[in-house]
């Protein structure tokens, strides 16, 4: 049980489709991430909101729209991707982005395939 | 700038077999290091972490010692279990650069009978 959730956990999804992926966080934390996991290669951090400010866009393409309404919940709404966008989504949040020594902590992430 | 590289696996090894996973990393600063866990379907773990030189992080059998001066955080377990099966992150964090992440590409482990 990390503590954060993450729905869907699977989503399969045309070039044309519009959808919502969500993760919540039930650890009174005050940061929250998207990365992006794909076979090979690093975790890609996304976005970073701390206090539900944005304060990290790592040059993320604009089909991906992130949304932090409150320090528990954030969304990324997708439109128009591409194949190579298929991969696992993972939500994390830490209690801060000020000290270095804070852990992050993650859902099990969401699988999405792009046809 | 920052960065974590791992060994490449993936790494198969027998039961009880003694495991060291690689890890050197680069940074501005003076960052926390972290090992991450990813079981198959989940998503990662914090596995254990040091925050300074010379500091042991150590959780389920594993430990990691952090080395400043040859800029390492090797991941080792002395007797491996079927259950230790699964992806290794090497990550830093870095107050240089806002305290942001930065993950190793991960090493799959499969420990067999």
């Known amino acids: 049980e990390t503590g954060v959730t993450q729905t869907p956990r699977h989503l399969v999804m045309g070039m044309t489709n519009k959808k919502s992926l969500k993760c919540e966080q039930h650890?009174?934390?005050?940061?929250m991430y998207w990365y992006k996991q794909s076979a090979k290669k690093p975790l890609e951090l996304m976005f970073v909101?701390?206090?539900?400010?944005?304060?990290e866009n790592n040059s993320v393409p604009s089909r991906f729209s992130p949304e932090c309404p409150n320090s528990s919940h954030l969304f990324l709404h997708l439109h128009t991707l591409q194949p190579e966008d298929s991969a696992l989504y993972l939500c994390?949040?830490?209690?801060?982005?000020?000290?270095?020594?804070?852990?992050?902590?993650f859902g099990p992430g969401t699988r999405l395939t792009v046809l | 700038g920052n960065s974590v590289t791992q060994m490449e696996g993936p790494v198969t090894l027998s039961e009880e077999a003694f495991l060291t996973i690689n890890c050197t990393y680069t940074?501005?600063?003076?960052?926390?290091l972290f090992w991450y866990v990813q079981y198959p379907g989940e998503g990662l773990q914090l596995l254990l972490k040091?925050?300074?030189?010379?500091d042991k992080g150590s959780n389920k059998g594993f430990e990691a010692t952090y080395r400043k001066e040859t800029t390492s955080f090797h991941l080792e377990k002395g007797s491996v279990q079927v259950s230790d099966s699964a992806v290794y992150f090497c990550?830093?964090?870095?107050?240089?650069?806002?305290?942001?992440?930065?993950f190793g590409t991960g090493t799959s482990l499969t420990v067999i009978p």
């Open positions: 940074a501005t600063g003076y960052p926390s």
């Open positions: 909101y701390n206090f539900k400010e944005q304060t």
């Open positions: 990550a830093l964090s870095d107050p240089g650069t806002g305290n942001q992440f930065y």
């Open positions: 994390a949040s830490s209690q801060g982005i000020l000290v270095a020594t804070d852990t992050q902590y």
């Open positions: 650890l009174g934390h005050n940061a």
């Open positions: 040091a925050t300074k030189a010379d």
